[in-house]
């Protein structure tokens, strides 16, 4: 099952959105439900999308917002491929590298990425994103698979020069409107890690690497992450990024002005989104 956030326009010029199922190319309302984070919250949200008879659109030309819009939280995970490990100069980690982005910073699967007056380090990553359908607390990793809801795209959009500034990366992973995510959820039945995710700048691809590369799997990363936080329905954990960021290229490349950055992986969809300098 694929569940999306759909905008709608109303009378008033303002925006609303929507829970949508994806049924080929036609997306039906999952009525009563702003969108699938709040679905999410649910505990009855699986047998509700999936009776869902409400208004349809079609996929064509719709209006998507984030797939999630207000997460809880958004948890991400550093160093998780091997072979972007090695591009960055690092060891495998022992244990996760963790850090955190806002809900502010994300954008739907095909809006505008902001590009901000303050840095000109913006560089791209391509992630798995794991959204989580069942509340927990210290789950084990036989047990996590239970508790995600199902998987998504993201692109850890980061500022490098802010990113390094110092050895905490915060100030560097969450500008506003910097992290495109979506274009759907599909549910853990319809896909697992191993499909191939890549990232391509104007068509010329950067990044190409299965998501079954992962140092951390999905269910070892829920675990863990539970043992030191609640997850709760709608939270999202980012991942990782495979070798092939612009920073780490000789000479190092970021986003430019005007440029279309596509985020694929096989199974999920895909992001696409154009660099707009912010006013």
């Known amino acids: ?163 390094f500034r110092t050895i905490q990366w915060l100030q560097g992973k969450t500008w506003e409107k910097s992290t495109p995510f979506g274009p759907a959820l599909v549910t853990k039945d319809e896909f697992s890690a191993g499909p191939l995710m890549t990232s391509a700048v104007d068509g010329e691809i950067q990044q190409q690497t299965p998501t079954g590369d992962l140092v951390f799997t999905p269910e070892f990363l829920v675990s863990y992450i539970s043992t030191i936080i609640t997850l709760n329905p709608g939270d999202v954990i980012a991942t990782g990024t495979p070798g092939g960021v612009g920073h780490a290229q000789d000479p190092k490349r970021y986003l430019q002005e005007g440029q279309i950055l596509v985020t694929t992986i096989e199974g999920l969809g895909q992001l696409s989104n154009r660099v707009v300098k912010e006013a």
């Open 1 to 163: 099952m694929r569940l999306l956030t759909l905008r709608l326009p109303s009378a008033d010029n303002t925006v609303t959105t929507t829970a949508v199922r994806q049924d080929g190319d036609t997306l039906t309302e999952i009525g009563g439900f702003a969108d699938v984070g709040e679905l999410l919250r649910d505990s009855a949200w699986e047998e509700k999308a999936k009776a869902a008879s409400g208004a349809t659109h079609a996929l064509e030309g719709a209006d998507l917002a984030a797939v999630v819009p207000s997460p809880g939280k958004i948890i991400c995970v550093g160093h998780n491929y091997r072979n972007h490990i090695k591009e960055m100069g690092r060891e495998v980690p022992e244990y996760p590298t963790l850090f955190a982005k806002y809900a502010e910073s994300l954008i739907g699967p095909n809006d505008d990425l902001a590009l901000p007056q303050e840095s000109d380090t913006v560089d791209w990553e391509a992630e798995l994103a794991v959204v989580i359908g069942k509340k927990g607390r210290r789950i084990s990793e036989a047990d996590a698979a239970e508790h995600i809801a199902g998987y998504a795209v993201l692109n850890d959009i980061s500022m490098r020069d802010y990113q």
